[in-house]
């Protein structure tokens, strides 16, 4: 079992998890060069995170909106398919 983590919003990472989403699309920044966002593990897991979370430009009940703690649960595990 890979040990990597995957820095996503957590609202993404709650979607992923439970199976209301099941595809990510990133087309890199630049950091990443003229070669785009590639992953480095097919499998990891999904660390959630606020950081750069635009929760005003999302479709969500306010129910399902996560609210940031004091510390960060990993809960979900993925694997990159093509």
């Not at 199976?19 to 990443?32: F, P, Y």
């Not at 750069?52 to 430009?57: D, R, T």
């Amino acid at each position: 079992m890979e040990s990597a983590g995957f820095k996503e919003w957590s609202l993404v990472c709650d979607a992923l998890g439970r199976g209301r989403q099941s595809v990510i699309l990133r087309k890199g920044g630049i950091a990443e060069g003229r070669g785009g966002f590639s992953f480095r593990h097919r499998e990891f897991f999904l660390f959630p995170t606020f950081f750069h979370e635009q929760i005003a430009k999302v479709r969500i009940a306010a129910a399902d909106i996560p609210v940031p703690g004091s510390t960060v649960a990993i809960r979900w595990y993925a694997r990159v398919e093509r």
